[in-house]
T-cell receptor
């Protein structure tokens, strides 16, 4: 699986957009970009995933660069409950394929 | 959405005893489940892949005789920490693939005293 690089920590003001970057320069053509978050002492929660195109759901938007070497997770209106560690993971889709977590970005939403 | 139930959520055991953690997929079948361990302020570390009806595969450096995994049905995988020691104290999390991504259990906090 491709390795990802994320900033260790970020702050965001409540109500503002949180933009979390991820570098995955060695991603291969059949690998998806997944984003998960982990709130303290809970299991990780799925946020969004994508292959090439930008994606949006009720939680967030995922912007993937044209060369697929990096992506940005956007939380449009951050709330205090969005304070968590956010993980960017790249892997081939499908059951049976291992999911390896990097160090993630610790996002703190400030009132 | 898909739910993975993990039990117990918290357990304290004495050094030298064994502890079993259960992971159930509640509304879907999971031929493969994964077990992770997480130490304080660290990321999740994949320990092993649990395969229904066959032996688990362990990541490098994980002792298979210490962390026994059984995946006897399509909805249940168990992790048994044998002869637990204080250094095994950690947060253990299971997951299973569902449609488009992995669903994770809520985790088990193991404290060995």
């Amino acid at each position: 699986d491709a390795k990802t690089t994320q900033p260790p920590s970020m702050d965001c003001a409540e109500g503002r957009a949180a933009n979390l970057p991820c570098n995955h320069s060695t991603i291969s053509g059949n690998e998806y970009v997944y984003w998960y978050r982990q709130i303290h002492s809970q299991g990780p929660q799925y946020i969004i995933h994508g292959l090439k195109n930008n994606e949006t759901n009720e939680m967030a938007s995922l912007i993937i660069t044209e060369d697929r070497k990096s992506s940005t997770l956007i939380l449009p209106h951050a709330t205090l409950r969005d304070t968590a560690v956010y993980y960017c993971i790249v892997r081939v889709a499908g059951t049976g394929n291992q999911f390896y977590f990097g160090t993630g970005t610790s996002l703190t939403v400030i009132p | 959405g898909a739910v993975v139930s993990q039990h117990p959520s918290r357990v304290i055991c004495k050094s030298g005893t064994s502890v079993k953690i259960e992971c159930r997929s509640l509304d879907f079948q999971a031929t493969t489940m994964f077990w992770y361990r997480q130490f304080p302020k660290q990321s999740l570390m994949l320990m092993a892949t649990s395969n229904e009806g066959s032996k688990a595969t362990y990541e490098q450096g994980v002792e298979k005789d210490k962390f026994l995994i059984n995946h006897a049905s399509l909805t249940l995988s168990t992790l048994t920490v044998t002869s637990a020691h204080p250094e095994d104290s950690s947060f253990y999390i299971c997951s299973a693939w569902q449609d488009y991504g992995y669903t994770f259990g809520s985790g088990t906090r193991l404290t060995v005293v």
